[in-house]
């Protein structure tokens, strides 16, 4: 079965400093990837999207950026974090784009101070 | 711009009732439908998914899907405590959008 994993799941950080998710996905190949954030009471808003290895679409610019580096990773950055960058990440991965059932990772809480 | 409405309660129902969830979406070029269930502090959790006029149903969940009307619901039959959530609609076609989510409590 597929599973997938993203740390860490909480995360504080200054203003200014530069931030690495990570996200994994087992037991499948070529997945779409995507990073989403949930800032509190807005709902999800789409940050990228990758459907394969070195292939990534930006839906919103912002300080923000995503790489595939592998098949099955996929990692969100960025070189100095604001403070409107605080929300919760969320990684998912579908198995086509054509119907796009998302599955998600368990999330990690970012706050910036 | 591309939206998916929803109420965003709180919906209050009593336990063993029938919970009646609606949304409302903007594309008409969307061809998939899901409903995500999403407890407080936690991930969306894949409850439903749906591509084709009518309903689907799937243990005490049924979706519901009007095309011509622009509107999905999700019905939660025989509700429990357990499903006290935040439940999050998404359509789309390729890339999804999400509402902001209804807020379900059910009191025993």
């Known amino acids: 079965s597929q599973t997938i994993h993203q740390w860490p799941a909480t995360l504080v950080q200054p203003v200014g400093s530069p931030l690495s998710l990570e996200c994994t996905v087992e037991?499948?190949?070529?997945?779409?990837l995507y990073w989403y954030r949930q800032a509190a009471g807005r709902g999800l808003q789409l940050l990228f999207y990758?459907?394969?290895?070195?292939?990534i679409s930006s839906e919103v610019p912002q300080n923000l950026s995503a790489s595939r580096p592998q098949d099955r990773q996929f990692i969100l950055s960025s070189k100095k974090l604001l403070l409107s960058d605080s929300g919760f990440y969320l990684c998912?991965?579908?198995?086509?784009?054509?119907?796009?059932?998302?599955?998600f990772g368990a999330g990690t809480r970012l706050s910036v101070l | 711009q591309k939206e998916v409405e929803q109420n965003s309660g709180p919906l209050s129902v009593p336990e063993g009732a029938i919970a009646s969830l609606n949304c409302t979406y903007s594309?008409?070029?969307?061809?998939?439908f899901f409903w995500y269930r999403q407890y407080s502090g936690k991930s969306p959790e894949l409850i439903m998914f749906?591509?084709?006029?009518g309903d689907k149903e799937d243990g005490r969940f049924t979706a519901q899907l009007n095309k011509a009307s622009q509107y999905v619901s999700l019905l939660i039959r025989d509700s429990q405590p357990s499903d006290s959530a935040t439940y999050l609609c998404a359509a789309g076609q390729g890339n999804l959008i999400f509402g902001k989510g209804t807020k379900l409590s059910v009191k025993p």
């Open positions: 749906i591509y084709s006029n």
């Open positions: 990758s459907v394969g290895i070195g292939q």
């Open positions: 594309d008409r070029g969307s061809q998939s």
């Open positions: 998912a991965w579908s198995p086509n784009r054509e119907r796009n059932i998302q599955y």
């Open positions: 037991g499948t190949s070529n997945p779409n």
